[in-house]
């Protein structure tokens, strides 16, 4: 048996933090603004939409110490073993005043009510950190995940202008603390299993991957928690019981990203944001689309392996994977197994995951020469919104005529599903508006979707034929990407 | 600052230092003496039926609750309504009127459990029908719930005759929730005699009459909200009532702080319309006459409804001087 510590273990700004009771259901912005009165950080929703309890946890990557914004609301306290958390309270400027961002924000007027205000620095701060001379879009993707009601934000994106121009991010106290905070956290990084308890609920941190497979093995009933912008929901709005929750979030291997010849191997523990880099890469057509899923301190704590295996059939990423032809890997002590994507997707709250197992990676096959590839995601919102139709399309085309189809939707049925009967209407056909035609009057036999409160069942039979359409229309136009060959 | 006081200057905000680095207090950020309590509401799930049983034994039951409060416990007036229509009960005796109305409160040590024994309370009621949109309501036969109006100016009927052309159509204009992003949050603390005092992110403080006791008793402070956008002008009414009655009643500070999802459900919201209107104008394109056939969702209380539904009417006119226009309606 591996090293086993029963206590949680982080630094809070400038202070180590050792808890030996914590309930897995314990939330990062109770524990501040209940246990340790750091109420600057503000609940606004208890669900990760409004922003107003942004903070920053930094980590250890292989790129060494970097920090991100996440939500405190539907952060849970033990996931942030061997994390530097820095709430507004710990920001300053390089005299200790207020930092370049707060004085942006006092000079610009960007506060009225300033209650989401605190949120709204974190994140600016955050971007400043990050890039010197920032496009109005960079300033907009950075606050995607903040709601301001009164300032109509165009004060909140001049004070993020004009912050750019204040301060040195090498003179940041944050910076300056960097390799000090390193030390702290390398020396926080025991290797050791966590195993915390309170009043009956209890959260564990697995020692590695393997180990991972272990603690399932033995206690295959558990929930299993990566960025929790999902669970934290379950805990926070419908108090679910989650005990014992499985905390894998710190696993560095699960987060890599490898690109191989053929394939981008993408780590179940990859964020949304860590992904996007390498996505950039290997996909540069997919980052509009990816920058539309949730907030950037969603897609900093929410991970492709979560999206996946939660199976929602309103997941903003298999649509799209499948489309690329994904294979999913699954592991747990027994061994692991590869299955494609959409096999994985059973029914409504039912995927192919068997006791003790886990999603490890999703392979995205590289060499796609001559496949045009699109995405969409029809939501009421642009930013931050949840999907109500999501469609990911790849067709190749040879001689003039549809070879290969792979098409999948997402909120058109109780699972994320290919479109089959229009991808049957569309393979083999000429590659002219005709054959589009026929598949957007085919899909509507693929799918009988539901009515909820993001769209109708009428409303999304329209969208998806319309995708069809549109689909055609943009690469007629040249908007569609058609990927080479690697 | 200039000749004409700070008219012309770029004065700051005068939190704006506070608020950038979080040490702006609002309701929740007040520290929280030792014995604070927390209440959390129980609402319906019915939209509209008769309560045949509300046992709150397994709420009493968990540990670390205090107590429970329903209608019988209001010592003063059970009606929290803003315009005094008596139509707006803190908890209803027998008749739920929406769905998420609250019927009764959790008193407990904690804000966890509270929320948590909330869920145990076996609610009966047999269910009543009930319409969600106006015209059906209209359809219905069901009343206004406040006196409609009529705002008319010059002869409408004579310019319809005189205008040359008419255009008549039926919009629809969706409500919405107002998005504080601060939520109801109040927080009262007992004091001698009938005193207390409520610290409350309200736009409008008027409990007293819940009480039972002389308005001076009741000290409501509010040093800031965040955000209330009219959301907050009546519809903190009952959850400052809840945290002062329960402040007295165990003689300990009392805080309420609703999820979100409980906000917005447990209150009402800015009114969805549909408007009927009629427009006659001549060959220029002129407008000779206008009228308008408003009918608001009001929801199951009067509340501010009146002024809404009056402000939505006078608006009807935007930057244009009717001659003839007449505007009325339906307040379902």
């Known amino acids: 048996m591996g090293k086993r510590r029963h206590e949680i273990r982080f630094l809070l700004n400038g202070e180590a933090v050792c808890l030996p009771e914590v309930g897995e259901q314990e939330t990062l912005l109770d524990y501040l603004r209940i246990a340790r009165r750091l109420t600057g950080t503000k609940e606004g929703c208890a669900e990760g939409d409004c922003g107003a309890c942004t903070v920053l946890v930094g980590l250890l990557t292989q790129d060494g110490l970097r920090y991100e914004t996440v939500n405190a609301c539907i952060r849970f306290l033990a996931s942030l073993d061997r994390c530097h958390v820095v709430t507004i309270e710990h920001l300053c400027g390089a005299g200790g005043g207020l930092h370049p961002v707060q004085q942006a924000m006092v000079d610009a007027h960007g506060s009225q009510c300033g209650f989401c205000t605190p949120g709204i620095v974190m994140s600016l701060y955050a971007l400043w950190m990050e890039a010197a001379a920032l496009s109005d879009a960079e300033i907009e993707t950075a606050l995607q995940g903040n709601l301001c009601r009164c300032t109509c934000y165009e004060p909140i994106f001049k004070a993020a202008r004009a912050a750019a121009e204040l301060g040195k991010p090498e003179a940041d106290p944050l910076a300056l603390e960097r390799a000090d905070v390193t030390t702290r956290l390398e020396a926080l990084a025991d290797g050791a299993r966590v195993d915390v308890a309170k009043a009956g609920d209890r959260a564990i941190l697995s020692a590695s991957v393997a180990d991972l497979a272990d603690v399932l093995a033995e206690h295959p009933e558990a929930t299993i928690v990566a960025g929790a912008t999902d669970v934290g929901l379950w805990v926070t709005k419908m108090m679910k019981p989650i005990t014992p929750a499985v905390f894998i979030g710190h696993l560095t291997e699960l987060r890599q990203i490898v690109a191989t010849g053929s394939s981008l191997r993408i780590g179940a523990g990859a964020s949304y944001s860590e992904a996007e880099v390498a996505l950039a890469r290997a996909f540069p057509h997919l980052l509009p689309y990816w920058r539309r899923i949730a907030g950037w301190q969603v897609r900093n704590m929410g991970t492709v392996g979560g999206n996946i295996a939660n199976g929602s059939p309103i997941g903003d990423t298999p649509p799209v994977f499948i489309a690329l032809g994904a294979t999913l890997h699954l592991r747990s002590a027994e061994g692991v197994r590869a299955l494609p994507l959409e096999e994985f997707f059973i029914d409504y709250g039912k995927q192919d995951l068997r006791a003790g197992e886990f999603v490890e990676a999703v392979d995205l096959p590289l060499a796609q020469a001559g496949m045009y590839h699109a995405t969409y995601k029809v939501s009421k919102r642009r930013d931050e919104d949840i999907t109500a139709v999501a469609a990911g399309f790849a067709v190749r085309v040879e001689s003039g005529m549809i070879a290969e189809t792979r098409i999948a939707f997402g909120g058109m049925a109780a699972t994320l599903k290919r479109a089959a009967k229009a991808e049957a209407a569309l393979l083999g056909q000429p590659f002219v508006e005709a054959s589009y035609e026929a598949a957007a009057e085919a899909v509507a036999e693929d799918f009988a979707p539901l009515s909820d409160w993001r769209a109708t069942a009428e409303y999304r039979s329209l969208v998806a034929g319309n995708l069809f359409r549109r689909f055609w229309a943009e690469q007629g136009a040249g908007q569609v990407a058609k990927l080479e060959a690697v | ?332």
């Open chain 2, 1 to 332: 600052m200039s000749k004409f006081g700070h008219t012309g200057t770029d004065a700051k905000h005068d939190s704006a230092i506070k608020q950038v680095t979080g040490r702006a207090d609002y309701t929740d950020d007040i520290p929280e003496p030792i014995g604070t309590l927390h209440a959390y509401l129980g609402c319906s799930k019915v939209a509209h039926g008769t309560i045949r049983a509300l046992d709150l034994s397994a709420v009493l039951a968990c540990e670390g609750v205090v107590g429970v409060l329903t209608a019988t416990d209001i010592p003063g007036i059970n009606d929290v309504s803003a315009v005094h229509a008596g139509d707006e009960p803190v908890f209803p005796d027998t008749t739920v009127e929406f769905h998420g109305q609250p019927l009764f409160a959790v008193i407990a040590e904690s804000r966890d459990i509270a929320r948590r024994a909330a869920e145990l309370a076996r609610v009966e009621i047999d269910a009543l029908p009930h319409v969600l949109e106006p015209l059906e309501a209209i359809a219905a036969g069901y009343p206004d719930v406040t006196a409609p109006m009529t705002l008319q100016r010059g002869d409408v009927k004579a310019g319809f005759e005189e205008a040359a052309h008419h255009i008549k159509g039926r919009m629809a204009i969706g409500g919405q929730d107002h998005m504080y992003l601060e939520g109801h949050i109040s927080f009262a603390m007992p004091a001698e005699d009938d005193d207390v005092v409520i610290y409350a992110s309200t736009q409008h403080p008027t409990e007293a009459q819940v009480l039972g006791v002389a308005a001076h008793s009741v000290v409501v402070k509010v040093r800031r909200m965040g955000g209330g956008f009219g959301g907050k002008e009546s519809q903190m009414n009952l959850f400052a009532a809840v945290a002062a009655m329960a402040a007295k009643k165990w003689n300990r500070p009392v805080k309420i702080r609703p999820d979100r999802d409980q906000d917005m459900t447990a209150t009402g919201k800015r009114h969805d319309f549909v408007a009927d209107y009629d427009v006659g104008f001549d060959a220029d394109g002129r407008i000779e006459a206008v009228e308008g056939q408003w009918a608001a969702r009001c929801g199951f209380a009067a509340d501010l409804s009146g002024p809404v539904w009056r402000t939505a009417r006078s608006f009807m006119r935007t930057m244009l001087t009717f001659t003839r226009m007449c505007a009325s309606g339906h307040a379902p």
